[in-house]
């Protein structure tokens, strides 16, 4: 489920967002990133709304980098993700 929209969707239509246990935030296009995870949909908006209401915080549980953010308002996150994982199967 989409934590800027609430909308529920295949795993395959949005991506994760993994707050590490180094507790870096980072876009985890694997799925498998070690750390408590957040979706967000593909190609729309909701990950720009999901920061701007604070329910991308909640849901990781902590305050977002400045690099995070900056990166994320200057567009240099991308929402392309790796179909399938290692064996295909995802």
Do not use: H, W
């Amino acid at each position: 489920m989409c934590v800027a929209c609430r909308t529920s969707r295949p795993k395959r239509e949005l991506q994760r967002i993994v707050r590490t246990p180094e507790r870096d935030v980072v876009i985890d296009p694997t799925g498998r990133l070690a750390g408590r995870g957040a979706y967000v949909c593909l190609g729309t908006d909701c990950l720009s709304i999901a920061i701007k209401k604070g329910a991308l915080e909640r849901a990781l549980e902590t305050p977002l980098p400045a690099a995070f953010l900056e990166a994320a308002t200057a567009g240099a996150i991308t929402t392309n993700t790796t179909e399938g994982g290692a064996r295909g199967q995802e």
